[in-house]
């Protein structure tokens, strides 16, 4: 079906829109996450008397480099989902063969966006930071959004597509009257 061809890569395109955007304000507007990473990692908003504090850092070198991973992760997947819903859009009227081929930047795009939204932000920054124990920076309820999201597209674009069928005669006259 060619509307679904058309939805892979539109939703594609719309996961590039916000992790460009992400990416961008998180350069034009660098102080105010970095503020949020600076917190989590340092776990200076978890409880009182945390036995978990062990695992702070508090090195504001780390904080500026686990920021940069985190910026270049996001930039990195919006180019690959920018590249992949262009390449699904060119290869939509192609054989299914093709237009199966040229899922894989969108696939490489929804590991990546995966691995920032869940490992980084639930595992690393919820988990080992304790970011749960913060009433202030906590972003997991956003981070599990954009990961949902991100496996929606994946799951919804890894779908295998056949090739487009022409429509019977009796389907193309009964579409020419409606």
Avoid at 23 to 52: E, K, Q
Avoid at 136 to 141: I, S
Wanted: hydrophobic content about 55%; charged content about 15%; glycine content about 6%.
């Amino acid at each position: 079906m060619l509307i679904a061809r058309y939805a892979k890569s539109v939703m594609s395109l719309s996961l590039a829109a916000f992790l460009l955007l992400v990416t961008f304000d998180n350069i034009t507007d660098y102080g105010s996450n970095f503020a949020f990473v600076r917190h989590v990692m340092s776990m200076d908003t978890t409880f009182p008397g945390n036995a978990l504090m062990y695992r702070s850092v508090t090195m504001p070198a780390l904080w500026h480099l686990a920021y940069a991973i985190i910026i270049v992760s996001q930039a990195t997947a919006g180019m690959l989902y920018l590249i992949g819903g262009i390449r699904l859009y060119r290869a939509r009227h192609a054989p299914g063969a093709v237009f199966n081929r040229a899922k894989s930047d969108v696939i490489a795009a929804s590991l990546l966006g995966f691995v920032i939204f869940f490992f980084m932000f639930m595992v690393i920054g919820g988990e080992w930071f304790s970011m749960w124990q913060s009433k202030d920076y906590n972003a997991q309820e956003a981070a599990f959004r954009f990961y949902m999201a991100v496996l929606g597209v994946l799951i919804f674009v890894s779908l295998p597509d056949g090739n487009l069928a022409e429509p019977a005669a009796s389907d193309r006259r009964r579409h020419d009257v409606l």
